[in-house]
Every structure is written in structure tokens, then in C-alpha cells.
């Protein structure tokens, strides 16, 4: 019964990892092409906030891996 949940969860982990890096590209992309003082404050703060949701996903999509060793 664990392993489909697992599953689940992986997957979903997966996608959201997915849609994290899309999304840091978009803001990345963004600071780039933004003069504007408080907009690039805000965008390395929200890079900052995703960079380390990133990392979180990104840990745990790599667990499996570590358990089945």
C-alpha cells in the first residue's frame, strides 16, 4: 500500500519541479529585461523563495534513489 503512494508522491514532485523551473526561467528572463529598482528587488526575492522551493523537490525526487541503495 505505501509503494502507489509513493508513486504519487514522486510524481507530483516531479511535476512541480517541473513547473518550478519553468517558472524561475520566466523570472530570470524577467531580470534581464527589468530597469526598474523595486521590480528586480522583488523578482530576486521571489527567485530566491522558488531557487529554494527547487531544492526542496529536487531532494526529495532524489530520495528513492537514496533508499533503494
Same mark, same amino acid.
Given at each position: ?8 508522491? *514522486?510524481?507530483?514532485?516531479? *511535476?512541480?519541479?517541473?513547473? *518550478? ?49
Amino acid at each position: 500500500m505505501t509503494a502507489p503512494i509513493a508513486k504519487d508522491v *514522486l510524481a507530483s514532485a516531479t *511535476l512541480h519541479l517541473e513547473v *518550478l523551473e519553468e517558472f524561475i526561467g520566466v523570472v530570470r528572463r524577467k531580470l534581464t529585461v527589468t530597469d526598474n529598482a523595486f521590480a528586480r528587488d522583488s523578482l530576486t526575492d521571489l527567485l530566491l523563495n522558488l531557487t529554494e522551493q527547487r531544492d526542496g523537490y529536487q531532494a526529495l525526487t532524489t530520495l528513492p534513489a537514496a533508499i533503494a541503495v
